[in-house]
């Protein structure tokens, strides 16, 4: 067995063979190759032989909503899919649970056909979806999570939220798990909507928040009379609480309708993975549509920029890309880019810099064209690519992983890359499999549908971790698939693991530690059982944008090319390094908490969606 100094040196060895090579045939050796100063380079130090970690997180899709009949669709319509004989038969699925015509709620699940792939958003709040599951039965989801009543051509019909796709419409999705693997046990950390989601992916935690007023930037007062129960659930007498709506984050120029809304921002005390990754000088960042900003900040204190980008969606909808609660780590001063500014080179992305790790998805695209893709991304799309019903839908959600995922597939990268593909919530939709309580809550006060916030199921589980209410969890199912040269094959994986997994893994990769303060990282299940190490699959496999197989071949060598940015709109680039003096400050006793540490419903939408919608 060659020992992992020996593999170590025999890298370094072929990495100067081929910077040598390069120089004999009159070239230089790459300058791509180049990272700054005390980064890491993805060449050794890792847990695994994972070196690039790629999540792409979408929007609002329970398990059941888009792998019920896996792997068997109907071939009616769309595009046809055909399993092979060797899949899994023991997937826990809807159709294998005898669930699609004896089901106990008011009705049963039905096939959605491409043609009805823009429907109606479900309601996906934190207290209906725990109701939705009655204590296990998972039979109250027509009258707690369900919206069928829509309009501007959204498809509805009395019993929606039981309804499902198949491999006729999310192809793509069923292809990649023929090929790599699934997870049938991937829970969200709780229940609830997008920014929990968001948050519980970066750091397992939505406890920590504070209510922030939109104008000054300051804490608005301590609230232990009157609330702001939207921003801030169950305030301590600091007036720091849990999130379990979709507050716009406070470190944003975009947020609250680029700051003309009045509504109440959201701060995170504590830390996130990008904390982590920082100290330990692991290169990483944020990617998202529409991030970078339509009419850039101009420099002056009390400006913003404005991310009114928009793009129409396959139901001819015109939707804004960017969402600044879909982006975590707005929410962290530490990890923020309040004024969206763009790296100034593709070799400062990732890395320290005036974008603080924040950037726009051509970014991402820049940095894996030239072989400088960060040990650590997360990739959020626009808006109406993202999977969230009401303003986007499967086929647009398709065409945008098979872009991403070919190109990685395709870039210099893959050999050493795993992808995740995950998502935020459930938007509500049915999912058959109920995950008890592992962290229970006891909120009493009345919920967004009138009843006791934490349902009976919620309020017998076991003590709060830290003390924390509203954070009741595992919450609902959703897909999960890790595609990568080292995952497992046409593989189904059953572990339960939920959205803080993702956050476990990467920690365990790069030795960076735990988040701490009762973080869900300390307790989420593995991804381990998703990958096997010793026997890589060594498979490039790249798809039609129809989600049907387009080739499948071995890994072949891919050259980084010379690229740029284009920031887009001219920007005033008035600062060296992440410039976040000029956004107001927060008061120095919530920085002494870790605040300030280093560093719409059925509606095709044409314009941003008000704030308070759950979305």
């Not at 791509?32 to 970690?53: D, E, F, L, N």
């Not at 207290?127 to 509805?156: H, I, M, R, W």
């Not at 976040?580 to 939408?605: E, Q």
Request: proline residues 7%.
């Amino acid at each position: 067995m060659v020992s992992k100094a020996s593999r170590t040196a025999i890298r370094s060895l072929g990495a100067l063979a081929g910077a040598a090579a390069l120089t004999v045939l009159g070239g230089a050796a790459p300058t791509w190759a180049a990272v700054p100063a005390g980064y890491h380079q993805g060449r050794s130090s890792t847990a695994t032989p994972i070196k690039h970690v790629v999540v792409i997180y979408d929007e609002n899709v329970s398990f059941d909503h888009y792998f019920a009949t896996y792997p068997k669709a109907a071939n009616t319509d769309g595009t046809k899919f055909t399993a092979s004989k060797k899949t899994p038969r023991n997937i826990d699925t809807v159709a294998h649970a005898g669930l699609l015509t004896q089901n106990p709620n008011q009705y049963a699940p039905k096939r959605l056909p491409p043609s009805q792939a823009m429907t109606c958003d479900q309601n996906h709040s934190y207290g209906p979806e725990q109701y939705a599951y009655n204590g296990g039965k998972a039979d109250q989801f027509v009258q707690n999570t369900e919206v069928d009543k829509c309009s501007g051509g959204l498809f509805g019909e009395p019993g929606l939220v039981m309804d499902y796709y198949d491999g006729n419409t999310v192809t793509g999705l069923w292809n990649y798990a023929q090929h790599y693997t699934l997870n049938d046990r991937s829970f969200s950390s709780v229940y609830g909507p997008s920014t929990p989601g968001a948050l519980n992916l970066v750091s397992g935690q939505t406890h920590g928040v504070i209510s922030v007023d939109p104008s000054t930037g300051t804490e608005n007062p301590k609230q232990t009379s009157t609330p702001d129960a939207y921003t801030v659930k169950s305030p301590d007498a600091k007036g720091v609480g849990t999130v379990v709506n979709d507050p716009d984050p406070a470190y944003d120029d975009c947020a609250g309708k680029d700051h003309t809304s009045t509504n109440a921002l959201a701060a995170m005390q504590g830390k996130n993975i990008g904390d982590l990754l920082n100290a330990d000088k692991v290169s990483w960042g944020w990617f998202q549509g529409g991030f970078r900003p339509s009419t850039a900040w101009n420099g002056a204190g009390g400006s913003y920029a404005k991310c009114d980008t928009a793009h129409t969606n396959v139901g001819g909808a015109s939707v804004v890309d960017y969402s600044p609660h879909h982006n975590p780590f707005a929410y962290y001063k530490s990890t923020s880019n309040p004024h969206h500014l763009p790296p100034k080179s593709v070799t400062e992305i990732g890395h320290n810099g005036q974008a603080n790790h924040n950037y726009d998805l051509t970014d991402f695209d820049a940095a894996l064209k030239a072989g400088k893709l960060p040990s650590v991304s997360f990739l959020k799309a626009a808006e109406y690519q993202d999977g969230h019903a009401g303003y986007s839908d499967p086929i647009d959600e398709q065409h945008f992983l098979v872009q991403q995922i070919n190109a990685i597939q395709s870039s210099p990268q893959w050999k050493s890359t795993a992808i995740v593909v995950a998502y935020d919530d459930s938007d509500g939709w049915y999912d058959h499999v109920y995950a008890p309580p592992r962290n229970g809550s006891t909120d009493t006060a009345p919920g967004s549908n009138g009843k006791a916030t934490d349902s009976p199921a919620c309020q017998d589980g076991p003590t709060a971790s830290g003390g924390y209410q509203d954070r009741c969890g595992p919450g609902t199912r959703q897909p999960l698939l890790v595609i990568s040269p080292y995952s497992k094959v046409d593989k189904v994986d059953h572990t339960q693991t939920d959205q803080a997994s993702i956050t476990r893994f990467i920690e365990d990769n790069w030795h960076t530690g735990r988040i701490g303060d009762a973080s869900f990282d300390a307790t989420a299940g593995p991804l381990t059982g998703m990958f096997d190490f010793r026997h890589p699959n060594n498979k490039q496999v790249l798809l039609n944008t129809d989600g049907s197989v387009k080739s499948v071949g071995r890994i072949r060598h891919v050259s980084p090319v010379t690229t740029s940015i284009t920031p887009g709109p001219a920007v005033q680039n008035t600062a060296a390094s992440t410039d976040v003096s000029s956004f107001p400050a927060l008061p120095v006793s919530i920085a002494a908490g870790g605040l300030l540490a280093a560093g719409a419903t059925g509606m095709y939408l044409s314009r941003r969606r008000r704030q308070r919608a759950v979305v």
